[in-house]
């Protein structure tokens, strides 16, 4: 190779770790990287086959799933991917957290039937499958998993799963008493500052041996190797002490048994007559893959926890504010954060502050986002795991756990 590629092909390299500029995506890399630590060997190959193609002839370029994490994000403005856009996020017709929760109501959904991302996730996995069974082209396949890497991330983000507010990015709020809003803080400024305070024992690589499953090749010297070194280590307990979600991920990758009662003939006939889409949770369901019923938990988060502070309904918050019930069709992202923590903070008195001990300290407290990036990693691998891990190997591919240990 003449020196010149070579130079080239690092230069590329580094333009895509990610910069400060890039916080949005950030969330992203870290459930894509916390999947591929729990891939299956034979799994991550197949996978990197379909990124690149030749991959495995010559294990080049390096392959890591955090690097195509966020192209979804980056193409759903472009004529060719414009109808992707909606499959960012999902909304019950009605849904108002904290007063209001749905998911979904007597309304059913807003958009259009399947183009959300519940029903992605379950599309791109029935594409996939196509593909193995030679139905599709490499291309197709291949954005069929970029998109689910993207999508699996965007359903365990609380705000992806509420129209409120255009999922929170119409709720202005101050943290550390710089202007941003709900969507921002939740996609990015929460895990911006967790990385600005993480200890520094997370600054160094994990030795060789020191963790029950290895780490350190599956990272790339990025801004938040640290945040993904802490997840797994005092969350999924890969060290020696146990981590606080160690026993509970074991039953992250379960599916409820499908409660046919739920749907009654009335709304079978309606949703046959297309006046609600009442079975759609249904289709996107099935006892190893639902996207629903794990929504439908998550959304929870709107509510309890809450994402959503009461107070925004509320005196004086609720009369600076539009309340429009409209969903935009698209979400605003978060471009300008670079610079958020050193922009002078400013008294904002009609904004709520929420980087307080009640909001963002319960938040960092219970290891809220924490939690999530690994249930998202976990679920992803899973999905991965059962649709890519060659056969011959330990025998339930869907058995993730059997993984871990
Ligand atoms: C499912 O994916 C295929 C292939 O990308 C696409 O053509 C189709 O429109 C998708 N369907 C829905 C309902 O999103
Ligand atoms: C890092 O330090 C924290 C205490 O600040 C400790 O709980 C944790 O176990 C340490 N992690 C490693 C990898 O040594
Ligand atoms: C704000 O809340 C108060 C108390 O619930 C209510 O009286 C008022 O009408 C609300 N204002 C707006 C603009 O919704």
Same mark, same amino acid.
């Given at each position: ?20 500029? #890039?916080?949005?995506?950030? /969330?992203?890399?870290? &459930?894509?990287?916390? #999947? ?8 991550? +190959? ?20 955090? @690097? ?40 059913? =959904? ?56 255009? /999922? ?35 600054? @160094? ?35 020696? +002490? ?6 509970? #991920?074991?039953? =992250? ?23 609600? #889409? ?48 409209? @969903? ?45 990036? +690994? ?15 060659? +056969? ?12 871990? &240990?």
């Amino acid at each position: 190779m003449k020196l010149s590629r070579s130079l080239a092909l690092l230069a590329a390299t580094f333009a895509s770790v990610p910069s400060t500029l #890039a916080w949005g995506s950030v /969330g992203h890399e870290i &459930v894509a990287t916390i #999947a591929q630590v729990y891939l299956h060997p034979s799994t991550l +190959a197949n996978v990197c086959e379909i990124l690149h193609p030749g991959y495995k002839l010559q294990l080049w370029p390096p392959c890591h799933l955090s @690097r195509v994490a966020s192209w979804a994000d980056q193409v759903k403005r472009s004529p060719q991917y414009r109808y992707t856009s909606a499959m960012h996020y999902v909304g019950a017709l009605g849904d108002h957290p904290s007063e209001t929760c749905l998911f979904p109501g007597a309304r059913g =959904w807003a958009g259009k039937r399947d183009v959300n991302v519940l029903g992605a996730v379950r599309n791109m996995t029935e594409v996939l499958v196509g593909y193995i069974d030679g139905y599709y082209e490499q291309s197709t396949m291949e954005d069929a998993v970029k998109f689910l890497i993207h999508y699996m991330g965007d359903m365990h983000m609380p705000l992806h799963l509420t129209g409120r507010e255009r /999922g929170g990015n119409g709720a202005r709020v101050t943290f550390d008493g710089r202007v941003t809003n709900l969507h921002s803080l939740w996609d990015s400024l929460l895990i911006s500052k967790s990385l600005r305070t993480i200890p520094s024992n997370y600054t @160094r690589r994990f030795p060789h041996g020191s963790t029950s499953i290895e780490l350190e090749p599956h990272l790339r010297d990025t801004i938040y190797d640290p945040y993904i070194r802490r997840v797994m280590w005092e969350g999924m307990g890969v060290g020696k +002490a146990p981590g606080r979600f160690e026993a509970e #991920a074991f039953e =992250w990758l379960n599916c409820p048994e499908k409660a046919q009662a739920d749907y009654g003939l009335w709304d079978a006939m309606q949703s046959t007559l297309g006046l609600r #889409a009442a079975a759609d949770e249904e289709r996107w369901d099935d006892d190893v893959l639902c996207p629903f019923a794990w929504g439908k938990e998550l959304h929870k988060l709107n509510c309890d926890l809450p994402v959503w502070p009461a107070e925004l309904d509320l005196p004086p918050y609720n009369e600076t504010r539009i309340n429009s019930g409209d @969903r935009d069709d698209d979400y605003d992202h978060d471009e300008h954060l670079d610079d958020f923590f050193s922009r002078p903070p400013r008294p904002h008195p009609d904004l709520l502050e929420l980087d307080t001990p009640e909001y963002s300290g319960k938040i960092y407290g219970e290891w809220v986002v924490e939690r999530l990036m +690994a249930m998202a990693g976990i679920r992803l691998a899973g999905i991965l795991n059962g649709l890519f891990m060659d +056969a011959g190997g330990p025998d339930d591919a869907c058995d993730l756990p059997m993984i871990l &240990v």
